[in-house]
Every structure is written in structure tokens, then in C-alpha cells.
């Protein structure tokens, strides 16, 4: 039975290997937002640490004069739609290029319409994704300039995290999705453990590393720490 048992250790040792990687956590999302529109900030909605939900609006620039033109679109739609329904109504006395001249004009209402909408919806800046404001560079009155885009915002998800591992680029195809990975932060002592659920396919070429992924949660991004992935 103790024969058995040493050669059952042996056999492990001789298939199992551990492979020393770095890690640097971040976030599951992350991203730098931004006006595609010069103006005045008007409004600011949040600020660092605000959780916000996907739709959320952060921020807002005055836009009188897009919203104006909203209005003014629609009034236009109106009678364009009005015009358009009688000529329908006497479109056996119309020949067909007049009633196409209002089906015109009808579209062409419709289509300002929707350009207005969107140029007013763009002074308003939206959460792309349930997250955590992580920085903020806008006050209300400032000017803003679309040209190039000016980060005022940046937003993360704030529970899901990752650790992106980096590891000699030789032992590229020995690391497997579903590999352990037990690690440690440089900020303390405990050992966790995680499983690997990405390998990157390319290696990186002035590093000469290979990466690959552990998905974690509640843990602060920017964080660093070394480990070692059990492969056979």
C-alpha cells in the first residue's frame, strides 16, 4: 500500500508542473468617455465613486439650439404629413409625380426630424454599462471641444475584475482554459486561487511573454502580484 501510494506521488510529480507568472488586475470593462459635440457643460450628474446603471445620463451641455430644432422638425413632420395625407385622399385627380413630391417632402421631414434628435441627444453624455466612476475632469461651465475628444469621464465595471497573467512565452502551449492558478498580491501574503479561462493567442514581441486570464471579483483594479499555474 506505501509502494503504491510513493509511486502515485512520483507519477503526479513527473506530469504536473508549475509555471511562475506575473499578474496585473483590471477591470471586466473599462472606458474613457467623451462629447462628440463642442459646448458648455450645463450639468454634471456624478462624480468619483458614483455607481451608475447603463442609460444613466453623467453629464449634459447646453443645447437650446439643438433642442429648438427639435421642435421645429416636428412641426414641419406635422404639415409635411398633413399635405401628403390629402394628397393621398385625392390622388385620383394628382398624377403620380405630384403625389411622389409630397411622399417627398413627407421623407424628407421625417429624416431632419431624426438628424435634430440625434444631434440634441448628443449633448447629453450616457453610462455605456453598469459601473463605477473611477475619474472625472469636467465642472459645470466649462468648454468642452469635440476636436479632438477630451476624456471627462472614465468608468468601470466595478465588482468583476480579471487578472491578466504574463508568462514565459516557451510554456505558450502548455497553459489551458481551466488550468489552476494559485497567486498571491504584493500587498499581502494570502494565497488564493483561481482558474484560467482565456489564453491569449498571440505572443507579446518585445516582452516575449504569453498572457492569459483569471476572472475575480471585489478586487481593487491596479493591484499586482505573482502566482504559479498548475498544468500537466
Do not use: C, W
Request: a positive charge; hydrophobic letters at 40%.
Amino acid at each position: 500500500m506505501k509502494k503504491l501510494f510513493l509511486i502515485t506521488i512520483l507519477t503526479a510529480g513527473i506530469f504536473a508542473q508549475d509555471i511562475y507568472a506575473i499578474f496585473n488586475v483590471k477591470a471586466h470593462k473599462s472606458a474613457n468617455l467623451a462629447f462628440n459635440i463642442s459646448g458648455i457643460v450645463e450639468k454634471v450628474n456624478a462624480d468619483i465613486g458614483t455607481f451608475v446603471k447603463k442609460g444613466d445620463i453623467l453629464a449634459k451641455l447646453k443645447s437650446n439650439d439643438s433642442k429648438a430644432n427639435v421642435e421645429l422638425a416636428k412641426v414641419t413632420l406635422k404639415y409635411a404629413k398633413k399635405d401628403l395625407d390629402r394628397a393621398k385622399r385625392a390622388s385620383s385627380a394628382l398624377d403620380r409625380a405630384k403625389l411622389d413630391a409630397f411622399a417627398y417632402k413627407y421623407e424628407a421631414a421625417l429624416a431632419k426630424l431624426n438628424l435634430a434628435k440625434a444631434t440634441y441627444e448628443k449633448s447629453f453624455l450616457r453610462a455605456p454599462f453598469d459601473g463605477v466612476i473611477t475619474a472625472k475632469y469636467l465642472e459645470v461651465g466649462d468648454g468642452i471641444s469635440a476636436m479632438p475628444p477630451k476624456t471627462v469621464f472614465k468608468i468601470e465595471t466595478p465588482n468583476d475584475k480579471r487578472l491578466i497573467l504574463e508568462f514565459d512565452q516557451k510554456y505558450f502551449k502548455k497553459v489551458k482554459k481551466g488550468d489552476k492558478f494559485k497567486y498571491s498580491f504584493d500587498s499581502d501574503n494570502k494565497e488564493y486561487v483561481g482558474v484560467i479561462n482565456k489564453v491569449y493567442p498571440t505572443i507579446n514581441a518585445q516582452t516575449r511573454k504569453a498572457k492569459a486570464e483569471v476572472k475575480v471579483s471585489n478586487v481593487p483594479t491596479g493591484l499586482f502580484g505573482t502566482g504559479y499555474i498548475e498544468v500537466k
